[in-house]
């Protein structure tokens, strides 16, 4: 089992431009989360979803977008990226949701916007 | 809202040393409380976790109690390795939408 994977594991970006990070599981898990890392801030949720064809925001979801298609990946995109959007983000899964549920994280990527 | 309190780092230890990190909450409702650990260049994996009052995590020789009067579940370990150096995160998670995770501890544990 590779577990969750995250594509690419860093991007340099300028102003503007739009990207697309991907996360892929092989855990056969229901959920699926989208944070980001920022010093000082913990971790803060973006974006999650609870199973193929759903979405839903979290914490900070302005200037995301997401999509499930597939119950093993969860995309999250940038239209239009901005400075303040340099950050580590990270995936997660989980087989459930429930709250007393481990959720398992990929390696992160590193996105800097200038 | 849910919000978790870490003890501010970095913490620097020196081998076989003990380790204390505070985690204080406060959430209502009674979630799950964890603790993940974020090595050097790794994504974050659990380490321990406590799903109602009273209960006690272990994994690795760190251990932590779910402390409901107190709103507390402190991180512990009797005698620290270099290899337990790491960012620490406490967190609370009532549903899956709702997350809460802590700013993060940096321990260094030296030789």
């Known amino acids: 089992n590779a577990g969750v994977t995250q594509t690419p594991k860093f991007r340099v970006l300028k102003t503007g431009q739009s990207m697309t990070l991907l996360c892929a599981q092989d855990m056969n898990h229901e959920y699926m989360y989208w944070y980001r890392q920022d010093p000082g801030m913990g971790l803060r949720l973006i974006h999650y979803?609870?199973?193929?064809?759903?979405?839903a925001k979290g914490e900070v979801p302005d200037g995301y977008n997401v999509s499930r298609l597939k119950k093993q990946n969860f995309l999250l995109g940038l239209e239009s990226a901005a400075p303040s959007q340099t950050s580590v983000y990270f995936c997660?899964?989980?087989?459930?949701?429930?709250?007393?549920?481990?959720?398992?994280f990929g390696p992160g990527t590193r996105l800097l916007v200038l | 809202g849910d919000s978790v309190t870490q003890m501010e780092g970095p913490v620097t230890l020196s081998e076989e040393a003990c380790l204390t990190i505070?985690?204080?909450?406060?959430?209502?409702?009674?979630?799950?409380l964890f603790w993940y650990v974020q090595y050097p260049g790794e994504g974050l994996q659990l380490l321990l976790k406590a799903t109602k009052a009273d209960d006690k995590g272990s994994n690795k020789g760190f251990e932590a109690t779910y402390r409901k009067e107190t709103t507390s579940f402190h991180l512990e370990k009797g005698s620290v390795q270099v290899s337990d150096s790491a960012v620490y995160f406490c967190a609370l998670i009532p549903n899956a939408g709702k997350s809460t995770f802590g700013d993060g501890t940096t321990l260094t544990v030296k030789p």
């Open positions: 505070n985690c204080t909450y406060t959430a209502t409702g009674y979630p799950s």
């Open positions: 997660a899964s989980s087989p459930s949701g429930g709250a007393f549920e481990t959720q398992y």
């Open positions: 979803s609870v199973g193929e064809g759903t979405t």
